[in-house]
T-cell receptor, first 111, second 110 residues
Framework: DADVTQTPRNRITKTGKRIMLECSQT?????MYWYRQDPGLGLQLIYY???????NKGEISDGYSVSRQAQAKFSLSLESAIPNQTALYFC??????????FGPGTRLTVT | QKEVEQNSGPLSVPEGAIASLNCTYS??????FFWYRQYSGKSPELIMF????GDKEDGRFTAQLNKASQYVSLLIRDSQPSDSATYLC??????????FGAGTTVTVRA
């Protein structure tokens, strides 16, 4: 089984809808991250969490919220989806600040 | 100015040749540097990290770091078609922030 899983893997939704992306990990890592990737822009950090009670905004958090339900679970919500949130979303984990390991990604399309 | 700059490519090399990828960064205080490989539609996969000036070799991959010049590179020796991917340079700027370049796409011609 994969160490970092994301659900759903693909999602098409309409403008204004609320959507949640979920991330689970079995690596036992304390830190979890949400990134989005747009063509030509690299990976941009949305939110990061050092542990269940420590959640922080990244560089592009507007329009997003997160929940760290347990050490192994970190969810990303789009409260009211808009078309420019169409992107590839990745969850990542790490022990402290060492190497980050990425989940398989969620391809989100907002129409 | 972007924090981490990479040549966008695409970089096309013949099979068996050396692929050379470059990355520059703006934060002089950065201490850790990573190279990720990303196949089309897949997630980034860590292939190398380097913390000290000089070269670090791992199989066919060599990372080179020059902190004075704020420059890190990745060499892929004996390039294979399976090396065709986008390579992301990432720079640790502080305790939480990992800044990524936009990536360099490499195509290895058989």
């Amino acid at each position: 089984d994969a160490d970092v899983t994301q659900t759903p893997r693909n999602r098409i939704t309409k403008t204004g809808k609320r959507i949640m992306l979920e991330c689970s990990q079995t690596k036992g890592h304390d830190r979890m991250y949400w990134y989005r990737q747009d063509p030509g822009l690299g990976l941009q950090l949305i939110y990061y969490s050092f542990d269940v009670k420590d959640i922080n905004k990244g560089e592009i958090s507007d329009g997003y919220s997160v929940s760290r339900q347990a050490q192994a679970k970190f969810s990303l919500s789009l409260e009211s989806a808009i078309p420019n949130q169409t992107a590839l979303y990745f969850c990542a984990t790490s022990i402290g600040f060492y190497e980050q390991y990425f989940g398989p990604g969620t391809r989100l399309t907002v129409t | 100015q972007k924090e981490v700059e990479q040549n966008s490519g695409p970089l096309s090399v013949p099979e068996g040749a050396i692929a050379s990828l470059n990355c520059t960064y703006s934060d002089r205080g950065s201490q850790s540097f990573f190279w990720y490989r990303q196949y089309s539609g897949k997630s980034p996969e860590l292939i190398m990290f380097i913390y000290s000036n000089g070269d670090k070799e791992d199989g066919r991959f060599t990372a080179q770091l020059n902190k004075a010049s704020q420059y890190v590179s990745l060499l892929i020796r004996d390039s294979q078609p399976s090396d065709s991917a986008t390579y992301l340079c990432a720079v640790k700027e502080n305790d939480y922030k990992l800044s990524f370049g936009a990536g360099t796409t490499v195509t290895v011609r058989a």
